[in-house]
């Protein structure tokens, strides 16, 4: 038996847990959990087009992953004019000192996303960020693993929020003090407290990174054949929390499959969560358009298919030669 009421603090309370891991915050600054990252950008965009709703732009920074394009299609489904730009790295040289000219007046806020949440590329926006910072525009930057890694949690600028996915079940908001949102639905939620929040939050000690870092780039110059490395050995933007591997003419998910097979792990049932060992392949997903996102922005179906993610901590000296036996496997399997 139960009395089923909502309890409206818990999730005050549960927020406030978080903050006292962040000592370096003002008193100011908004620090708020959410369920996951979707739902904290979804209460985010929404507060801030309640709090400004003179202003009927928003704008998104490309490439555009699935929880930004949500975002645009409800704004869009409420005749906003949808503006998309170009990251840093994409702009041509030609182009790249001219303005963005963005329209404070208009424009409600910019996502942009920090790093890319298969294979973990960073993205430059510090032209972006340079030209606006001093307009009255939000910043929303959605950090799906970057900020476990280098300077962690900073104060945020007044326009700044930060949306930090800590697992696929929680997200932690942080924002500068001009961001008032109160969210609709998050304080209606059965909130727990976390386990182990200041684990939640670690940020990795460089000389582990690097270390961590040398691991993954020494794996990924000696994969057997078959297989190769995503990024060009000349590619450092990206964090090194993962490798990132291709299979020529295998489709991933019977790859990690027989990997976990020969190494004694077990997958999760459903993809997406805190494995080992993941992949892009529409197999693994159950969902024939996961991957649409990832095609419209320029990769090929066989990497799509072949993309998986390896993390470091299986990485040792025979990881190689594992990989190369679930391959023959496979391969003597389709004959």
Not at 30 to 55: D, M, N, P, W
Not at 122 to 131: N, W
């Amino acid at each position: 038996m139960r009395i089923d009421l909502p309890l409206k603090e818990t999730w005050s309370a549960v927020s406030e847990q978080y903050r006292a891991v962040l000592p370096s915050l003002s008193a100011t600054t908004q620090v708020q959990v959410y369920a996951g990252y979707q739902h904290a950008l979804q209460e985010a965009t929404s507060g801030i087009a309640r709090l400004f709703s003179h202003k009927r732009s928003i704008a998104t920074v490309e490439p555009t992953e699935p929880a930004v394009a949500m975002v645009e299609t409800a704004f869009a489904a409420d005749a906003y004019h949808i503006r998309h730009l170009p990251v840093d790295t994409a702009r041509v040289e030609a182009a790249a000192t001219e303005p963005l000219l963005l329209d404070a007046s208009d424009l409600a806020f910019v996502v942009l996303t920090v790093d890319d949440p298969v294979t973990g590329r960073l993205y430059d926006h510090s032209r972006l960020l340079s030209e606006i910072k001093d307009q009255r525009i939000f910043r929303i930057h959605l950090s799906h693993a970057a900020h476990g890694f280098g300077l962690g949690v900073c104060q945020p600028a007044p326009f700044e929020v930060r949306i930090l996915s800590l697992s696929p079940e929680r997200a932690l908001l942080v924002a500068g003090e001009r961001f008032k949102v109160l969210p609709t639905l998050a304080p209606r939620l059965p909130w727990h407290a976390p386990v182990a929040v200041s684990d939640r939050l670690a940020v990795l000690p460089d000389d582990r990174y690097q270390a961590q870092r040398k691991t993954i780039v020494d794996f990924e110059s000696a994969l057997p054949q078959g297989f190769r490395p995503y990024f060009a050995s000349s590619d450092q933007q990206r964090l090194f929390d993962r490798a990132v591997i291709v299979a020529d003419h295998l489709d991933g998910f019977a790859v990690i499959d027989e990997l976990a097979r020969v190494m004694a792990l077990k997958l999760h049932e459903f993809p997406g969560g805190d494995d080992k060992l993941e992949t892009t392949s529409p197999c693994r997903w159950n969902e024939p358009r996961i991957t649409d996102w990832l095609l419209k922005r320029g990769e090929s179906e066989e990497v799509v298919r072949g993309l998986f993610v390896v993390d470091p901590s299986l990485i040792s000296p025979g990881l190689s030669a594992t990989l190369n036996l679930a391959a023959q496997n496979l391969r003597s399997l389709q004959g």
